[in-house]
Nanobody
């Protein structure tokens, strides 16, 4: 079974940058579409980036567009989320998620990040706090 572990969260000042990592074990990420979600206190979980299994396609909602970048290193079986120009509204627990061939979804395109239901594998999250 695919397992995901996030790291790299912490406290950062407004305007700062942070890179989150998501290390996978159990299976190689080559055939999985991956995504990052976040959940702020009292709010629903929302997607902030997604990437197809062949890495040809990515998606970012308006709140993340131009500031966040999702990438992966297959040799390390790791997915990254590079975040720049962070603001207090980015404070949340950030989760890595993946969905693979057994889901029945076409992972060669970005699996929609508008719903958590499409992703069957989740990490436990890492806290990002943006504050002075």
């Amino acid at each position: 079974q695919l397992q995901l572990v996030e790291s790299g969260g912490g406290l950062v000042h407004p305007g700062g940058s942070l890179r989150l990592s998501c290390t996978a074990s159990g299976f190689p990420l080559d055939y999985y579409a991956v995504a990052w979600f976040r959940q702020a206190h009292g709010k629903e979980r929302e997607g902030v980036s997604g990437r197809s299994s062949n890495a040809h396609s990515t998606v970012y909602p308006g709140s993340a567009s131009g500031r966040f970048t999702i990438s992966r290193d297959l040799a390390k079986n790791t997915v990254y989320l590079q975040m720049h120009n962070l603001n207090p509204e980015d404070t949340a627990v950030y989760y890595c998620a993946a969905t693979g061939p057994r889901s029945g979804l076409d992972t060669t395109v970005v699996v929609p990040i508008t719903s958590v239901d499409a992703y069957g594998y989740w990490g436990r999250g890492t806290q990002v706090t943006v504050s002075f």
